[in-house]
């Protein structure tokens, strides 16, 4: 039968806007961060990391925003391209030298052109 | 480098049969692997943690006995869904890693999806 599932936020933006996309994780144990990018019917794809010592970092056209007090982070995606069109995830790890991610809900991102 | 390769990418099989997914690390040794299922519209639900040489850690709620999880190799591991039915079809990725307090690397998933 239909499987009864989440209703995934998406934002829309112009292509050549910078989006930005927002996650609150759970746990304040949680030491190590990571935005994936997952395109349709495929694995999710490494984009950025953080650790809870920093509370900034930045790639290439991407930057990883990390508020420790509330517990949330971003990802902003500078100059949106319609590649960038995808589902994205955050995930946490908590710390002790696992891997184990816990990854939140996703965002759709739709690039208009 | 570090990449991850699933086979199948999907599957189709009857109720009552079991299916085998396989994951290799290609290009580097990864003494643990994780599982993941994802529904539809949904985010990526841990499974279990693979350890090379050794039995896996399954989360709440996976039954071992229906998943059975395989880590011969530093390179392979494989999960058997055993007498599936149609609620198990889902989408499995696995994901390994370099080293760890590195990034998890996931490979492109398998569509199982059971008639």
Same mark, same amino acid.
């Given at each position: 039968?239909?499987?009864?599932?989440?209703?995934?936020?998406?934002?829309?933006?112009?292509?050549?806007?910078?989006?930005?996309?927002?996650?609150?994780?759970?746990?304040?144990?949680?030491?190590?961060?990571?935005?994936?990018?997952?395109?349709?019917?495929? !694995?999710?794809?490494?984009?950025?990391?953080?650790?809870?010592?920093?509370?900034?970092?930045?790639?290439?056209?991407?930057?990883?925003?990390?508020?420790?007090?509330?517990?949330?982070?971003?990802?902003?995606?500078?100059?949106?391209?319609?590649?960038?069109?995808?589902?994205?995830?955050?995930?946490?790890?908590?710390?002790? !030298?696992?891997?184990?991610?816990?990854?939140?809900?996703?965002?759709?991102?739709?690039?208009?052109? | 480098?570090?990449?991850?390769? $699933?086979?199948?990418?999907?599957?189709?099989?009857?109720?009552? +049969?079991?299916?085998?997914?396989?994951?290799?690390?290609?290009?580097?040794?990864?003494?643990?692997?994780?599982?993941?299922? $994802?529904?539809?519209?949904?985010?990526?639900?841990?499974?279990?943690?693979?350890?090379?040489? %050794?039995?896996? +850690?399954?989360?709440?709620?996976?039954?071992?006995?229906?998943?059975?999880?395989?880590?011969? %190799?530093?390179?392979?591991?494989?999960?058997?869904?055993?007498?599936?039915?149609?609620?198990?079809? %889902?989408?499995?990725?696995?994901?390994?890693?370099?080293?760890?307090?590195?990034?998890?690397?996931?490979?492109?998933? +398998?569509?199982? +999806?059971?008639?």
């Amino acid at each position: 039968g239909e499987s009864v599932g989440l209703h995934l936020p998406t934002l829309s933006v112009q292509e050549g806007d910078n989006s930005i996309i927002n996650c609150a994780y759970s746990n304040s144990a949680s030491d190590y961060f990571i935005w994936y990018k997952q395109e349709s019917g495929k !694995g999710p794809q490494f984009i950025i990391d953080i650790r809870s010592n920093m509370d900034k970092r930045q790639g290439q056209r991407v930057t990883v925003l990390l508020n420790k007090t509330v517990k949330h982070l971003s990802l902003q995606i500078a100059a949106t391209q319609p590649g960038d069109s995808a589902v994205y995830f955050c995930a946490e790890n908590i710390g002790g !030298g696992g891997n184990k991610l816990t990854f939140g809900t996703g965002t759709q991102l739709k690039v208009e052109l | 480098g570090a990449v991850v390769s $699933q086979h199948p990418s999907w599957v189709i099989c009857k109720s009552g +049969t079991s299916v085998k997914i396989e994951c290799r690390s290609l290009d580097f040794q990864a003494t643990t692997m994780f599982w993941y299922r $994802q529904f539809p519209k949904q985010s990526l639900m841990l499974m279990a943690t693979s350890n090379e040489g %050794s039995k896996a +850690t399954y989360e709440q709620g996976v039954e071992k006995d229906k998943f059975l999880i395989n880590h011969a %190799s530093l390179t392979l591991s494989t999960l058997t869904v055993t007498s599936a039915h149609p609620e198990d079809s %889902s989408f499995y990725i696995c994901s390994a890693v370099v080293q760890m307090g590195s990034p998890l690397h996931f490979g492109n998933g +398998t569509r199982l +999806t059971v008639t």
